[in-house]
Nanobody
């Protein structure tokens, strides 16, 4: 059974940091692109960051560029999202996703809540 399990969310003050983890199981994800998305209350899910299967390329939404860093550890089948200089508008449920064939996001985690207080 393929699973993506996010962890590391929580409550943090504005300006603080959090590190999200996404542990993958059920198959090898080393050939997959991996991504992070988020959904705030009353809003649609939006792209946050992605990393290529090799780790050589990373992509960020403009709203998080320079503050968030995505990385992966294929030996641990885990992808990370380091979030610094957090803002109240970063408050959302954060989801991890995997793209196995470059035709869309095939697997999704259940999400982890991030709340940034002002």
């Amino acid at each position: 059974q393929v699973q993506l399990v996010e962890s590391g969310g929580g409550l943090v003050q504005a300006g603080g940091s959090l590190r999200l983890s996404c542990a993958a199981s059920g198959r090898t994800f080393s050939s997959d692109a991996m991504g992070w998305f988020r959904q705030a209350p009353g809003k649609e899910r939006e792209f946050v960051a992605a990393i290529s299967w090799s780790g050589g390329s990373t992509y960020y939404a403009d709203s998080v560029k320079g503050r968030f860093t995505i990385s992966r550890d294929d030996a641990e089948n885990t992808v990370y999202l380091q979030m610094n200089s957090l803002k109240p508008e970063d408050t959302a449920v954060y989801y991890c996703a995997a793209d196995k064939d470059q035709e869309g996001w095939d697997y999704w985690g259940q999400g982890t809540q991030v709340t940034v207080s002002s």
